[in-house]
């Protein structure tokens, strides 16, 4: 079985506050092994929505960056839409969310977590 790719050029980046952030949740769930798992899927009121979730399994056919300890995988076609994205955590008063900062986005939709390219 082939290895997944790791870089050390990211194409995607974090801010100080996501990378904090993504910090506090992988400690909290006491996550040692994997990492971060950004992408992106068919759906959402502009025809892509993006995925963001933690995962300890790493297939072949991704992509693996490291960013100040964090582990960023990326599955082989999310990459495309996802080259030169920007992830920021931003928190109000109430709650906090993540925000997909992203050139690739032709068309984005109110959410914020839906798009087209």
Do not use: W
Request: proline fraction near 2%; hydrophobic fraction near 35%; charge should be negative.
């Amino acid at each position: 079985m082939e290895q997944s790719h790791t870089t050390d050029k990211p194409i995607v980046t974090l801010t100080d506050a996501a990378l904090k952030e993504v910090k506090r949740l992988l400690e909290l769930q006491g996550m040692t092994e994997g990492g971060l798992r950004l992408g992106v899927k068919g759906g959402g009121c502009s025809g892509l929505s993006y995925t963001l979730n933690f995962d300890e399994k790493i297939s072949e056919f991704d992509s693996v960056y490291e960013i100040d300890g964090v582990k960023i995988i990326v599955d082989a076609k999310s990459a495309i839409y996802l080259n030169g994205m920007q992830l920021d955590f931003q928190k109000d008063l109430l709650s906090g969310s993540f925000k997909f900062i992203n050139p690739n986005a032709t068309k984005t939709c109110g959410c914020g977590e839906s798009f087209s390219a």
